[in-house]
Antibody, heavy 118, light 110 residues
Framework: EVLLAESGGGSVQPGGSLRLSCAASGFTSSDYWMHWVRQAPGKGLVWVSCIEGDGSRTKYADFVKGRFTISRDNAKNTLYLQMNSLRAEDTAVYYC???????????WGQGTLVTVSS | QFVLTQPPSVSAAPGQKVTISCSGSSSKIGNSYVSWYQQLPGTAPKLLIHDNNKRPSGIPDRFSGSKSGTSATLGIIGLQTGDEANYYCATWDSSLDAGVFGGGTKLTVL
């Protein structure tokens, strides 16, 4: 069974940092691009970042470039999102998701809430 | 704010059909595949359609997807009260080199 489980969310002050993790199981993670998608409270889905199966390529939304870093450790089947210089507008539930075909996200984690507030 | 345009809401009666549009541009939708997601309150999104018109295993054929030019459409027939949810389209934007979602459409089954 494919499972994705995020962790690492919490409350942080503006300008602070958090590292999210996404533990994958039930599939060979190196075979897939993996993505982070976020959703602010009561708002829509927003794409954040993605990383190729072997970690060689990464992509970011403009609003996180230079602040967030996506990475993965395939030996541990874990995806990461290092978030620095956090802003209030980064407050959201962050989902990790598997891309099996052209942004066809077939499995999602349960999400982890990040709250940026003073 | 969102680079893919969806109607904020649509509604129809049980048993009827509804379509949800997703409008982009040549750099988004025009030269990329579109996927569609259903999100029930308090849950993670669920993939309904990928690669414009393909249904994953387990998705009923009441759901269909199509794409023409720079627009895509999700169709749902035989509406059920359980279909009440928010629906999102997504694609890759080749000019931004980034993924993009539509703003979402709330479906009400009256």
């Amino acid at each position: 069974e494919v499972l994705l489980a995020e962790s690492g969310g919490g409350s942080v002050q503006p300008g602070g940092s958090l590292r999210l993790s996404c533990a994958a199981s039930g599939f060979t993670s190196s075979d897939y691009w993996m993505h982070w998608v976020r959703q602010a409270p009561g708002k829509g889905l927003v794409w954040v970042s993605c990383i190729e199966g072997d970690g060689s390529r990464t992509k970011y939304a403009d609003f996180v470039k230079g602040r967030f870093t996506i990475s993965r450790d395939n030996a541990k089947n874990t995806l990461y999102l290092q978030m620095n210089s956090l802003r209030a507008e980064d407050t959201a539930v962050y989902y990790c998701t598997r891309d099996f075909s052209n942004l066809g996200f077939d499995y999602w984690g349960q999400g982890t809430l990040v709250t940026v507030s003073s | 704010q969102f680079v893919l345009t969806q109607p904020p809401s649509v509604s129809a009666a049980p048993g009827q059909k509804v379509t949800i549009s997703c409008s982009g541009s040549s750099s988004k939708i025009g030269n990329s595949y579109v996927s569609w997601y259903q999100q029930l309150p308090g849950t993670a999104p669920k993939l309904l359609i990928h690669d414009n018109n393909k249904r994953p295993s387990g998705i009923p054929d009441r759901f269909s997807g199509s794409k023409s030019g720079t627009s895509a459409t999700l169709g749902i027939i035989g509406l059920q009260t359980g279909d009440e949810a928010n629906y999102y389209c997504a694609t890759w934007d080749s000019s931004l080199d980034a993924g993009v979602f539509g703003g979402g459409t709330k479906l009400t089954v009256l």
